[in-house]
Structure formats: C-alpha cells, structure tokens
C-alpha cells in the first residue's frame, strides 16, 4: 500500500509532480496549483491510499521534486 499526502495549500503551481506522476497529479485549471486525482481535503491535506506498490516509484520522484516539499509519500 502506497500512502501519498499533498498539502495543497502551499502548492506553488511549479507542475514537477504532474510530470513525474502524471497518473496521480494534474494541474487544476481554475487555480493553476497540483490535484492529487480522487482525493478530498481534509484541513488543506489530501491524501490517496494506493494498493498497487508500483505507485511509489513516481510518486517518490514527485515529492523529491517538489520544491515547496508539501508531498509526503510512504509505503506500508
Ligand atoms: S511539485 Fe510541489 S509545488 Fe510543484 S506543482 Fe507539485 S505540489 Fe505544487
């Protein structure tokens, strides 16, 4: 299980995670930050639990990335 956490908010709209992990990140066209696909906030954190331990690698990739390091990604 591969655990990813944004905290949006802080998103400095730089689009790394969408490019590393294009299957779990999108820009958003209204506000131009990072959406982690299918998630909810949750007092400004979103978090997606994925089965499928493959979604690590790029995950990882994107949170190294991120310049503001708002993604944490674990895998249990
Ligand atoms: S890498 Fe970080 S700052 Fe850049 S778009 Fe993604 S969440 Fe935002």
Redesign the pocket.
């Known amino acids: 299980m591969v655990i990813i956490t ?1 905290q949006r908010d802080k ?8 490019e590393f992990a294009p299957e779990y ?1 999108r ?1 958003s066209k209204k506000d131009g ?2 959406v982690l696909l299918k998630t909810e906030n949750k007092k400004g954190f979103y978090t997606l639990k994925i089965p499928n331990p493959e979604a690590f690698e790029p995950c990882d990739k ?1 949170a190294k ?4 390091k ?2 944490s990604v674990k895998e249990i």
């Open positions: 944004l998103c400095i709209g730089c689009n790394y995670c969408a990140f820009m930050k990072s994107a990335a991120c310049p503001v708002i993604i």
